[in-house]
Structures are given as structure tokens and as C-alpha cells.
């Protein structure tokens, strides 16, 4: 007899039958558990809420036909069972659930789905940075893409040494590397007051405030707690200008090169982030993210 057998049943409401959209993934969390409750005609399942792919949330997938679709890569499961139509060994667990008409309610077991968490470990940090959105796997040929985790403001991944001046490439070799460990140097609390970027963006597709999981349209990935930038809007401000823009790479702070005086503030970022506003001050005080003169700008860069 498993454990699961001898526990006594703890039943908890996930939804209300009432409001359950046909066909509509919903969120429900049990016992640390992500869920997604669907309901199908007068039937309702309860599955496992993660893909098994990257982790994305199932109640962010569509249904086409009887299968529940990941809206990142797309694996699909059978809504009734949880079964991939693609390839069966892959499956989201399938938890015991009864709808109570009286109550109005879909319930789950807590017990059984507490159990099934004892054996199958949640890694989800629900209150570090990305949470619930935090792609916590990897793949075996992109083994540290869940340590790429300080994207800034400006929607880009902002690095000590280079600022916001990079962009990704993927190599793919069988020499042997040596991994170093992931870093974080205090970007997302700064770009939580700071906004030059924002402010400096002659087509406003940056984002102001906190950050969210609303998108603003397709170009935006979905399932991600970040600034998402209207990619749309900027992309039309190139075209409109006849050149590209950058200006939310060049009103960075995070630009500085090395030396005492940046150095320091660079320490402080990590360090002691409560000090965050006065170095923006200071940031804005020495003249850094003002548009230059033109003359200057030719002059300076003549041969
Ligand atoms: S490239 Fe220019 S228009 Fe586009 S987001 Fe950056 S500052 Fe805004
Ligand atoms: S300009 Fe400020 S808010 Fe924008 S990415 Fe750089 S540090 Fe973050
Ligand atoms: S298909 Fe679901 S995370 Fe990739």
C-alpha cells in the first residue's frame, strides 16, 4: 500500500464551477503545487501545471482539438489525461478531482497532491526574481539558460564589465568548457527606481513603474515578470528615422568603464542597494545620459 492510499483524503476547493470557462486553462496552486484546472463539457481535469519542456505554466496554454497546448514551444498534453499525443512517456501528472454542484466547487486532495510534491520537489522560488516565471531548467545543450536572470529595463541583459553593449550568440562545440557560476550585481533593483532609459526613449515603448507580466502584444513572450518593451512601437520609430536609435544602450549607467570612481558605485550597487537613489543622483549630477552636442559629436570623431 503507498502512502498516498493510507492518507486521509483532504479535500480543497481549486475553482468555482460556475466561473470555469469551457475549455479555458485556469491557475490553482495546492501544496506548492502549480495546477492547471480545465474544464470540458461537464467534466473538469486536474493536471500537473508546469510543461515539461521548460516549466511554463500550463495555465498559459491554449486547447486545440482534445490536447492542451504549451504556448512557448508547444508540447502538447491530453487535457483528459495528461499524456502527450506526441510522445506518451511524457506526462503531467493527472490529480483526483470532484466537482460539487452544491458547492459550487472543483475539489482536489491536498493529501495526494502534498504527497506527489514529497516525491517530485518544486524548485520555484515564488518570491525571488522571476518567481513563478523562472525557467529552472536548462536543457542539456542550453544547460545555463535559467542563470541568464538580470534583464533590465530596457529588455536587455545588462552585463558588469560591457553594460547593455552585448548581444547573445550561441556557440555550439564539444570542447570542453569549465561553467563559472551565475552572478547577480543588484541590475533589477536599480532599474526598479531608475528609468533614464524609459525617459530618454523618443517612442515611449519602454515601460515606467514596476514590472509585469502584461504583454503588449505579440512580440512580447509571454510568461515572464519583466519591463516588456514595445518592440513594435521602436521597430516603427527606426523606420520612421531612417537608422536605428539606441538610446536606451546609451543612457544607461551601467555603461561606465572601469576605474576607481565606477568601480566603486558598481560595489555599491551590489552591495548596498539602499544607496541606489544617490548614485542615480550622482549619475544624473555628472552630466551622464544627456543628449551631446552634434558639432561636438563630428568634431570629437573626425580623423
Ligand atoms: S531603440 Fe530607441 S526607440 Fe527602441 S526602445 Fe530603445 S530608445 Fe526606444
Ligand atoms: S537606464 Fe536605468 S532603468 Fe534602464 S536599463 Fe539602464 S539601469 Fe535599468
Ligand atoms: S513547450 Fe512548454 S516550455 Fe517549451
Same mark, same amino acid.
Given at each position: #500500500?503507498t502512502? /498516498? ?6 479535500k ?10 469551457d475549455?479555458?486553462p !485556469?491557475y490553482?496552486?495546492?501544496?506548492? @503545487? &502549480?495546477?492547471?484546472?480545465l474544464r470540458?463539457?461537464?467534466? @473538469? ?7 515539461? $519542456?521548460?516549466?511554463?505554466? #500550463? ?13 512557448? $514551444? ?6 483528459? !489525461? ?17 466537482? %460539487? $454542484?452544491?458547492?459550487?466547487?472543483v475539489? @482536489? %486532495?491536498?493529501?495526494?497532491?502534498? !504527497?506527489?510534491a514529497?516525491?517530485s520537489?518544486?524548485?520555484? &522560488? ?9 525557467d529552472?531548467?536548462?536543457?542539456? @545543450? ?11 529595463r530596457n529588455?536587455?541583459?545588462i /552585463?558588469?564589465t560591457f ?10 562545440t &564539444? ?20 528609468e ?14 514596476k514590472p !509585469?507580466?502584461?504583454? $503588449? ?5 509571454e510568461?515572464?515578470?519583466r ?16 537608422t536605428?536609435?539606441?538610446n536606451?544602450?546609451?543612457t544607461?549607467?551601467?555603461?561606465k568603464p /572601469? ?12 552591495n ?5 537613489p544617490l548614485f ?6 555628472l552630466?551622464?545620459g544627456?543628449?551631446g ?5 563630428w ?5
Amino acid at each position: #500500500m503507498t502512502v /498516498t492510499q493510507i492518507r486521509k483524503q483532504d479535500k480543497i476547493a481549486v475553482a468555482k464551477w460556475s466561473e470555469l470557462e469551457d475549455r479555458a486553462p !485556469t491557475y490553482a496552486l495546492v501544496a506548492d @503545487v &502549480d495546477l492547471v484546472v480545465l474544464r470540458y463539457d461537464d467534466e @473538469v481535469s486536474v493536471l500537473y501545471g508546469r510543461c515539461l $519542456h521548460r516549466g511554463a505554466l #500550463m495555465a498559459d496554454a491554449r486547447v486545440e482539438g482534445d490536447n492542451l497546448i504549451c504556448g512557448v $514551444h508547444g508540447w502538447d498534453y491530453r487535457y483528459d !489525461t495528461g499524456v502527450s499525443s506526441y510522445n506518451n512517456a511524457e506526462v503531467l501528472q493527472k490529480f483526483r478531482s470532484w466537482v %460539487d $454542484h452544491d458547492a459550487d466547487a472543483v475539489l @482536489v %486532495d491536498q493529501a495526494e497532491i502534498r !504527497t506527489w510534491a514529497e516525491q517530485s520537489p518544486q524548485p520555484y &522560488d515564488r518570491d525571488a526574481y522571476l518567481g513563478l516565471y523562472a525557467d529552472v531548467h536548462g536543457t542539456p @545543450v542550453e544547460p545555463f539558460t535559467q542563470h541568464i536572470q538580470e534583464l533590465a529595463r530596457n529588455g536587455l541583459l545588462i /552585463t558588469p564589465t560591457f553594460g547593455p553593449r552585448v548581444r547573445l550568440a550561441k556557440v555550439f562545440t &564539444d570542447l570542453p568548457l569549465i561553467p563559472d557560476k551565475p552572478i547577480e550585481f543588484g541590475v533589477w533593483d536599480f532599474c526598479m527606481i531608475c528609468e533614464k532609459c524609459a525617459k530618454k526613449c523618443p517612442s515611449q515603448s519602454i515601460m515606467y513603474g514596476k514590472p !509585469t507580466v502584461k504583454l $503588449h502584444n505579440i512580440s512580447n513572450r509571454e510568461g515572464l515578470l519583466r519591463w516588456p518593451v514595445n518592440a513594435e512601437t521602436c521597430l516603427a520609430f527606426w523606420a520612421a528615422n531612417g537608422t536605428d536609435c539606441s538610446n536606451c544602450i546609451r543612457t544607461c549607467p551601467f555603461n561606465k568603464p /572601469t576605474g576607481r570612481l565606477h568601480d566603486s558605485v558598481r560595489w555599491g550597487i551590489k552591495n548596498l542597494p539602499f544607496l541606489n537613489p544617490l548614485f542615480l543622483w550622482g549619475d544624473d549630477l555628472l552630466g551622464y545620459g544627456k543628449r551631446g552636442k552634434a558639432d561636438k559629436f563630428w568634431k570629437d570623431t573626425e580623423c
